[in-house]
């Protein structure tokens, strides 16, 4: 009689469960009220997630997907693609476990699924808000039409080491611009409602410290300060939370001596505590696993341990939370409740993504064709990228001029459809990428001589003479040199920025027939352009621009768009400055104004500032910076805020836009502070001799860091405001704070 009460019951009960989780309950609700009929294991089984062999990014662990799944050891898949495939993985999942609970489907969604988006780094030096949202939100459509349901990303490490070859994939080396990209990117994956069949779940990454590897060495050990980890590199993880992002990937690296998988000072204290995060942790591809190679755990299920008390809730790849927390649990090690708050911040994504009301939602062939590669989404696309173009250095070469007849196309990057697309491209097809070559020979049927010249490797210089007299046969020569995109993004470090191979030899090579040279940097870093920028009368940077790199590169060089990139990043003059960045602190012997007297902080042999700085950006147009006027001088901690106004001009015969920056230098602090802090920028456009006042608002809460004592707030004392189009800006005022 018993037995056959049990069997009822445990077939009712799921019923129950799920009518119960249905209709107005919230999803706390339905969480705690599914959680309640869980076992162990099942909860455990959510912590699991496990790459499809579709793809791999790091070392595998062998697992016979099916029948974990049918067991209810897995909670989420990732590498998943295509919706048919998708709704494959999910049936077994519905279907199989007791509570037919759903899948998370992640995927690296970096920049564009199948329409594949300018790099990060290139569509940060956009400072378009609204189009770097926008991208993303294209993005997680045609993620979401195949069936994926979450994305690991934005990625928002800073990062201040160009041979770290994840510099690619963030937003730059600056903690404000950081920030706010980071929120553009997380409204663009989540929108406004999780369920609907084109938002996706964000996943900000990788927390924290990553782009603070030793010697840019990815992968490698970090050594940053606490107020450093927290006045420079946590800011972006901190306004992709409150943007509503709702998970969260920690990174590979330890901090401090405690790796980042098993650290509850990030885990626990910062993310939960400090900023009430109420999603769920990752664990970077095997990092649980790692724990063990880093020295910080003796076995699998001291890691395992470690890092679940730690607050890391689902382990990507390692096998061990699913396999140990079980019996961790069971033997009181760890309580219940940190088992029930990891498998139901889990199991709150996947009610907060409609999984549970319908699990196939995202499994929509039909929406999967009608969505990929749409002529709406390659707009975009190449909007971004053209957009992204940062110009460098222009001595009256560009636009093209009418009288411009025949170009030499020459470079490695002229006509590679996949190079242009950029580590972490997803989904993105060489042969659905339109190249430079293609484009320009579109915009100047006949008038084009392309010869590739040489490869990003290699030292084979056989190309040049068809390079060279590509050249001599033409009025102009278009050179597209840079990196391909397997030599940026991850597992990519360099210990030199200069160009691979023999593309500098190239250069002169071209140089030497005697004809203007456009040089194009397609690259996911920056590049030493020593050497190559005096070969050049242009330098545009389109970085790794994505799908339609053509059209966008075209656009720019015929004016059709006016240029109107910054560069989110410092760019050297050479390895030897790195790092480098704008907001550094003064020293106690700053590079003073009259050099006579040598025992100052510099180099014997290079200077102290970058080739290009932070914030920097020509235009076909020229801007101007005047009647900068404060509402005060005296910012009231308690008062209202201080409102600073600019008069920006656009001086030249083309209309334009212009990126407005507002830097602010503490003056005196309790600690040492940088000489200059970007504070505000707005991207607005001129017509050509068009002014106008633009205006920011400066609160003490803008002024706030991590004091001499840890605790984070403003100081009064004075403070300098310095407004223009690059972190150089002279344009300045002073005030107090008191
Ligand atoms: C990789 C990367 C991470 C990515 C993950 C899944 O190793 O570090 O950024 O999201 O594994 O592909």
Redesign the pocket.
């Known amino acids: 009689m018993l037995r056959r009460l049990l069997l009822v019951l445990s077939l009712v009960l799921p019923l129950a469960a799920r009518a119960a989780s249905a209709g107005s309950a919230s999803v706390d609700e339905r969480v705690r009220d599914l959680l309640a009929h869980m076992t162990i294991e099942e909860k455990a089984g959510q912590l699991a997630q496990f790459s499809s062999w579709g793809e791999l990014?790091?070392p595998a662990a062998n697992t016979p997907l099916g029948p974990r799944i049918e067991k209810g050891e897995i909670g989420s898949l990732?590498n998943v693609t295509g919706a048919a495939a998708s709704r494959k993985w999910q049936e077994l999942a519905v279907t199989s476990s007791r509570f037919h609970i759903p899948l998370l489907l992640g995927y690296?969604v970096i920049h564009g699924f199948r329409t594949v988006f300018p790099i990060p780094l290139a569509s940060a030096a956009s400072w378009d808000l609204d189009r770097i949202e926008h991208a993303e939100h294209i993005a997680a459509a045609e993620a979401a039409s195949t069936g994926l349901n979450w994305t690991?990303a934005p990625?928002v490490d800073i990062a201040r080491d160009p041979r770290w070859g994840r510099v690619a994939e963030g937003a730059g080396e600056d903690p404000f611009l950081g920030s706010a990209v980071a929120r553009a990117r997380v409204r663009g994956f989540q929108g406004s409602d999780l369920a609907a069949p084109d938002t996706i779940l964000a996943c900000v990454?990788?927390f924290a410290g990553y782009g603070a590897v030793q010697a840019g060495r990815d992968y490698f050990t970090t050594d940053i300060t606490e107020r450093v980890l927290r006045d420079v590199y946590l800011p972006p993880f901190h306004a992709a939370i409150e943007a509503g992002a709702g998970s969260i990937?920690a990174a590979?690296n330890d901090l401090d001596g405690t790796p980042a998988s098993a650290n509850a000072l990030l885990l626990d204290r910062i993310l939960r505590r400090e900023w009430g995060f109420k999603g769920f942790v990752v664990s970077?591809?095997g990092t649980v696993r790692e724990l063990m190679i880093h020295g910080y755990a003796t076995d699998l299920k001291d890691a395992a341990t470690k890092a679940f008390r730690a607050g890391l809730d689902m382990d990507?790849q390692a096998d061990a939370l699913g396999k140990y927390v079980p019996e961790l649990v069971r033997a009181g090690v760890i309580p219940e409740s940190r088992l029930d708050a990891a498998a139901g911040a889990i199991l709150a994504a996947k009610f907060r993504l409609g999984l549970f009301d319908d699990p196939y939602r995202y499994s929509d062939e039909a929406r999967e064709k009608a969505t990929l590669l749409t002529p709406a989404h390659l707009d975009a696309a190449r909007d971004l990228a053209r957009r992204s173009c940062v110009l460098l250095k222009n001595n009256g070469v560009l636009p093209l001029a009418a009288t411009v007849k025949s170009i030499a196309l020459v470079g490695p990057l002229a006509d590679n459809p996949r190079m242009q697309l950029g580590a972490w491209h997803a989904q993105g097809r060489a042969e659905e990428a339109v190249t430079l070559r293609a484009a320009l020979e579109k915009q100047f049927p006949g008038a084009v001589h392309f010869a590739a010249g040489c490869d990003v490797r290699g030292d084979d210089t056989s190309g040049f003479a068809a390079a060279r007299a590509a050249a001599q046969a033409s009025d102009l020569v278009i050179a597209a040199l840079g990196e391909a995109d397997d030599q940026s993004g991850?597992s990519s470090s360099r210990t030199s920025l200069d160009f691979t191979g023999p593309q500098l030899a190239l250069l002169r090579e071209l140089h030497a027939a005697g004809k203007p040279i456009v040089l194009l940097v397609m690259a996911g870093r920056p590049l030493s352009l020593e050497q190559a920028g005096e070969l050049a009368d242009a330098i545009l940077v389109p970085w790794h621009p994505g799908t339609m790199a053509g059209p966008a590169i075209v656009d720019v060089l015929t004016g059709a768009y006016n240029p109107s990139g910054h560069l989110p990043i410092s760019w050297p003059h050479s390895v030897g400055q790195v790092p480098i960045f704008y907001a550094h602190k003064n020293s106690g012997r700053p590079e003073p104004q009259n050099k006579n007297d040598r025992f100052y902080s510099h180099y014997l042999d290079a200077a102290n500032t970058p080739q290009y700085s932070f914030g920097y950006g020509l235009s076909y147009t020229t801007f101007a910076f005047d009647d900068l006027r404060l509402d005060t001088n005296v910012l009231k901690t308690a008062g209202t805020p201080l409102k600073i106004t600019v008069r920006v001009a656009n001086t030249g015969q083309r209309d334009g836009e212009e990126v407005v920056q507002l830097y602010v230098r503490d003056l005196v602090g309790s600690v040492t502070r940088p000489v200059r802090e970007l504070k505000g920028f707005q991207k607005i456009p001129l017509a050509a001799g068009e002014s106008r006042d633009v205006t920011f608002s400066l609160t003490p809460a803008d002024l706030a860091f991590w004091r001499a004592d840890m605790t984070f707030g403003a100081e009064p004392g004075d403070f300098e405001v310095f407004v223009g189009d690059n972190s150089d800006a002279e344009l300045a005022a002073k005030f107090k704070l008191e």
């Open positions: 990014t790091g990732l690296d690991f990625m990454k990788h990937m590979f970077d591809w990507m991850e």
